[in-house]
């Protein structure tokens, strides 16, 4: 998916087919096998659960040329991605949770 398509979406508030398409969906597998399908972000505290979740550090919303970058990604468990986008949510809109959850 091109940049211009991209934030195209954005604009459209239809970032849900970005999420959709087939390059983000091989880009974040290979994020996931990349970190073992482990939530980076309990490994950093010690402990394990199983990442289902693939996060963008930079936000699309914010930075729609790292969508497709791979070391933009990070693997997360539910709830960590949750607490994240809480954080986020107090600066930002919340809404695309569960788009990123595909
Ligand atoms: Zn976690
Ligand atoms: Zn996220």
Excluded at 41 to 57: F, Q, S
Excluded at 68 to 82: I, V
Excluded at 87 to 101: D, G, S, T, Y
Aim: glycine share 2%; proline share 3%; charged share 35%.
């Amino acid at each position: 998916m091109e940049l211009k398509r991209i934030k195209e979406l954005i604009g459209q508030d239809k970032l849900v087919k970005f999420y959709q398409c087939p390059a983000w969906r091989k880009l974040r597998r290979q994020a996931l096998i990349r970190d073992n399908n482990e939530c980076q972000n309990c490994k950093r505290i010690g402990r394990y659960r199983a990442a289902d979740h693939v996060h963008h550090l930079k936000e699309v919303k914010e930075y729609p040329e790292y969508a497709l970058t791979f070391d933009n990604l990070e693997s997360l468990c539910r709830r960590c991605h949750n607490d994240v986008h809480d954080r986020l949510a107090e600066v930002n809109q919340p809404k695309f949770i569960n788009e990123e959850r595909w």
